[in-house]
């Protein structure tokens, strides 16, 4: 069992991987599947451990850090699902919906005005790629650089104001989601992605001292029931050498009697002579 719980962490490691890569929620069910067997596994454990006598506060702690891997890990997919599980979802659907209402706007304008646009795009997509807010403070001078453009432009009063509000609605969106994506952490040492981080190496940890311990409780639980074989083993010998010299010494006596009666009758010719039988 103990090997089942080692293969189950791992199993939960590799969910926690592949809904991070393709931010599937079908994850986050195997997850909690393989958590549930986790339990029923440390839970039989600590029934055993209790029944040799062996501590259990090794299998407490390594069910409580498991359960704080789980709300980790529960905390992440809620992070992910804010920010979105695809390009329409979540904050990446309402960047990408205040983004196609500025570009909506722009159609037809001058390049300058397109290509501003364009760079506040790359800006974005540096963002995403490179988790860096270094894009995001150039995105927000870029977007101050194109407002002062917009107002420069030859597009009527009102294209203006409307273009200047969906950059307002497109910066307060970007910047939800940079503030999302701080939170869920720039990589695996920051935000919620660290929290995990310390998480599972609690539970490595845990499992370490945990495996090395019941390696040790194996080892001496051997060593007792060798040496008590060895000694039921001495203690039969013993008595099966005690009682065959015993039979031994019994058949040898009897059988002595029984000559030394059989040369009594030969020499005095006395066959009235009984032999001895109470020892048999």
Do not use: C
């Not at 150039?138 to 917009?150: E, K, T, Y």
């Amino acid at each position: 069992k103990l090997g089942d719980v080692e293969s189950g962490v791992l199993q939960l490691r590799r969910s926690e991987k592949d809904f991070i890569a393709r931010k599937d929620l079908k994850y986050l069910d195997k997850f909690q599947k393989t958590r549930q067997s986790i339990n029923a596994d440390i839970a039989f454990l600590g029934e055993r451990f209790e029944g040799l006598g062996l501590n259990t506060s090794d299998l407490s702690r390594l069910a409580n850090v498991i359960s704080d891997y789980d709300k980790g890990f529960q905390k992440l997919v809620n992070a992910q699902q804010e920010i979105g599980l695809h390009p329409k979802d979540g904050l990446y659907g309402k960047l990408r919906s205040a983004v196609h209402n500025v570009e909506t706007l722009l159609e037809g304008a001058d390049h300058k005005l397109l290509s501003d646009m364009l760079q506040l795009r790359r800006n974005e997509k540096d963002f995403m790629l490179r988790l860096d807010d270094k894009y995001w403070n150039r995105w927000n001078d870029n977007a101050q650089s194109f407002v002062s453009n917009v107002e420069d432009s030859d597009l009527d009063g009102s294209t203006k104001s409307q273009v200047i509000e969906n950059i307002g609605v497109y910066q307060a969106s970007f910047g939800d989601l940079v503030n999302a994506q701080r939170a869920l952490g720039y990589s695996a040492e920051q935000g919620i992605l660290g929290e995990m981080r310390a998480a599972v190496h609690q539970v490595d940890t845990v499992l370490a001292n945990l495996l090395s311990t019941s390696k040790e409780a194996v080892a001496d639980h051997m060593n007792v029931v060798q040496t008590s074989a060895y000694t039921l083993f001495i203690i039969v010998l013993a008595v099966s050498i005690g009682f065959a010299l015993f039979m031994s010494r019994s058949i040898l006596s009897g059988i002595t009697r029984l000559n030394e009666t059989m040369n009594l009758v030969a020499e005095t010719k006395d066959l009235s002579i009984l032999v001895d039988a109470t020892n048999k």
